[in-house]
């Protein structure tokens, strides 16, 4: 009964109040109206207003009596009140209530109000709420479960007001926003007030008080899932990690804090939290063994983050399956995340059809999973890991991609030295990158990396912790012994010896068939060294002896071995092949690609014969040196005499460069003339080198079998039909070319290996960059549509990067060859 009388009364007091301000036009009624609504919300010492008082006004009349204050800003009795009286009164109503009734009215007068005095005044409002401390006490209320109204749908709207406010405010006050409301600054003070509620329980904790993290756990989320995780986390996880250094109720803190972030936003919360802390041991303290107890944790920890993304960087990995292998409980848990990224790794399709990146990112996780297995896990696994390195060592080492046959080659390489088979340890040849640095560094990781420096710690100084290189390279000088040094010819100034020529017993053949022979008969490595550097410019040189025995010659270097291990000896042997190609080219070229089928030749050879059609074809479509016109007989000297009289063309040069000088010219021609255009050798011999190469691709042999597993040669021969078809430009047989080679290429236009993917668009490339535009509408009318979708498809799809790039490339050059086709046909005809 105490209780309604105690609500009645509020009631009339508020409502008496409001038609004060409504009606009055008394500045001390106007005070005096204020001062009783600041009272409600008004604690502190000599307050007539009682606790149910205060609690009732709360409750049912805050949210109104802002309301009719932002509805009133414009009103003459707020006009009357002086700057100070404003702060002091207006102002404070919305700075000491509840805040998260006063954030909901606050945010809503924004999005409602126009651009007006009101507005700014609402917005300076909003900035002393952010800047005072408020939104701490917000959350702090959650957490002590003191709100007087909650309510699933008020905490949502809450909750989407707290985390969205940037957002709300740029779209209403752009472009004159106000700093703090930028996410620059408003999302690390949201990290700061969440850390201040989080530290308010920890000490209500330790006071025997019972809290709850479930808003401050929502809040966590949602700003993380709304993409601002690295703003965040910036300013949490270090907090965190020193927090819980040495204090188990933060520790007790963080682990409720996570377990109630809502299953739908743990994702973002965890891959933000890995990024930002510094080692396993700060994220064991900060998660616990939220993987044991979440499964949605432990999916993202031990499965998304490792297989099916590829982002993050290797410090990442290493905290993550560092943080696994930390604890007993969790170590389980590595030994699964190994057997899946040795699956993955292994895996032959996954090899074909996702990008070398993730591939690589696999490798890093593998290795590191490995390092971290203690010699009776690495026991119980030992047949497990070794079906791994042998089928995924076979699967790298089949890509025709460079990066994935060194991925695999070092990884075995790693596994092998891991797991000691007996002393056995594999070893390839490799050229080592960056990346194979960074794989084998994995295998011994600085332990430096590692460690976690104990906040308010200093760090020992490098002298004592490691010897200086000064005083460990001066070691061994200690040792030596000093007579030693009287014998020393170190002082002495070597010869330069850069400009000394090689003496040879053999002398370099003059003459083609004598290079022939000894490369036929001889047995002599200087002989056959000195042979292939004279070849190709005696074949350049006299082009009728290169003629004569230019099949036979081609035959012998194709077929011809580095038995001598001769400086260079691919680049001659190449080069010479060239030679001869160009200088004789219809049976050369015949020979050589009738050769690419047939039987007994190895995979290098094959590719070698593309390697030499393809440079002669590049040779032959480009002008001839010889025919370019001199031009020093064209082009008067201009050069002066020391003797004027001896040069008669002298006074004639000096007087029109004076009258030259001298005149105004409105336009002037070419300073020099055009350059003459030459016949193309290559136009005319094109389909000798491109249709005989289409001629058996279909059938496979015993040692060859192009549309199976011998890929990397397939790759090759349709790169190569694209510089062909490239290089048939303005040709008549381009047509032709075109039709033919997207024939052949629709057939294997999805094959799995990327390296072919990439030949097959390059070539779609060189088909519309050569073929003419009104070819391709009446040529490949009834193929234009296919081809696009399929372009399209590549372009969204394809795990290969430069075959997306590609697939884009083609697309563009179709569209504008359409274009250009489409707008010549609508031109009106002269006859017309």
Known sequence: MASDLA????????????????????????????????????????????????????????????????????????????????????????????PEQTLLVLMEAIGELRPSGSLDRIVNITERFLQSGRLADLLWSYCLQTSLSDSAQLRETLLSRICALP???????????????????????????????????????????????MFVAQTFGKVCIQGHS?????????????????????????????????????????????QAVHGPDALGRIIGNLVLTNKTAQFVITHKVLLLQYKYKTQVLRTILSYLAADRDRRPLLIQVLRSLSQAWANPSAIKHTPVEQQFYVSKALLLSVSLLKDSELQDLRSELLQCMLGGMQSHLDSSVVRIRNMGMVVGEC???????????????????????????????????????EPGIGVCS???????????????????????????????????????????????????????????????????????????????????????????????????????????????????????????????????????????????????????????????????????TPLVNSVPSTEISPYPGDNPVHWRQVVEKRIQSKTKYISKGASQP????????????????????????????????????????LG?????????MHLAVNAPIAAQMGCALLDFIWTVRYHTDQMVRRGILFAVCSVFLSM??????????????????????????DPDADCRSLAVQSLVLLDESLKKQLQGSKQPSLDS
């Open 415 to 453: 596994l092998s030295s891991r797991m000691d088979f007996g002393g056995i340890k594999l070893k390839f040849e490799y050229e080592q990158d960056e990346e194979t640095r960074e794989l084998l560094f994995l295998m011994n990781p600085d332990p430096c990396e590692e460690s976690e420096p």
């Open 7 to 98: 609500n009645a009364d509020v009631r009339l007091t508020v409502a008496q109040n409001f038609r004060t301000l409504a009606s009055s036009t008394d500045e001390k009624d106007i005070i005096a109206a204020l001062q009783t609504l600041l009272s409600f919300v008004n604690d502190g010492p000599g307050t007539t207003v009682t606790s149910a008082q205060r609690s009732e006004f709360n409750k049912a009349h805050y949210t109104r009596t802002l309301q009719f204050l932002v509805s009133n800003i414009q009103a003459d009795w707020l006009k009357k009140l002086s700057g100070g009286q404003r702060a002091e009164l207006w102002d404070s109503l919305f700075l000491k209530g509840p």
């Open 167 to 213: 957002d709300l405010t740029a779209n209403k006050l752009h472009p004159n926003n106000r700093p703090l409301f930028s996410p620059q600054q408003y999302y690390p003070l949201l990290a700061k007030e969440m850390l201040t509620a989080l530290e308010r329980t920890c000490q209500a904790l330790r006071d025997g008080t019972n809290c709850s993290l």
């Open 772 to 797: 003419p535009s009104h070819s391709l509408l009446v040529d490949l009318s009834d193929q234009l549509f296919e081809t696009r979708t399929w372009l399209a498809d590549v372009a969204e799809s």
């Open 230 to 274: 690295d703003a965040i986390m910036a300013s949490m996880a270090p907090h965190l990690s020193a927090c819980t250094f040495n204090d188990m109720v933060w520790q007790r803190v963080c682990w409720k804090l996570l377990e109630n972030v809502p299953q739908r936003w743990m994702e973002s919360v965890l891959t933000g939290l890995v």
């Open 674 to 713: 055009a350059p003459k255009g030459t016949r193309s050798r290559y136009a005319a011999v094109a389909g000798y080198f491109f249709f005989p190469l289409l001629r058996n691709y279909d059938k496979p042999q015993v040692t060859f079998d192009l549309l199976g597993s011998d890929h990397l040669v």
């Open 462 to 628: 490098s002298e004592e912790s490691d010897p200086s290189p000064q005083k460990e390279s001066s070691q061994p000088k200690l040792k030596t012994d000093p007579d030693s040094e009287l014998d020393s010819d170190d002082d002495l100034t070597p010869y330069d010896m850069s400009e000394d020529v090689k003496m040879s017993k053999a002398s370099q053949p003059r003459y083609l068939r004598d290079c022939l022979e000894i490369l036929l008969s001889s047995a002599d490595p200087e002989r056959v060294e000195l042979s292939l550097i004279a070849a190709e410019g005696l074949v350049r040189k006299n082009s009728f002896a290169a003629k004569e025995i230019s099949v036979q010659m081609t035959k012998v270097l194709l077929h011809m071995e580095d038995k001598y291990s001769i400086d260079g000896f691919l680049n001659l042997r190449q080069a010479t092949m060239v030679a001869l190609t160009v200088t004789d080219c219809l049976p050369v070229t015949q020979y050589l690609t009738s050769e690419f089928y047939s039987l007994n030749y190895s995979l290098r050879q094959r590719l070698d014969i593309l390697e030499v059609l393809a440079l002669a074809a590049q040779e032959l479509s480009k002008p001839v040196a010889g025919d370019k």
């Open 716 to 724: 090759r021969l349709i790169h190569t039909l694209g510089i062909f």
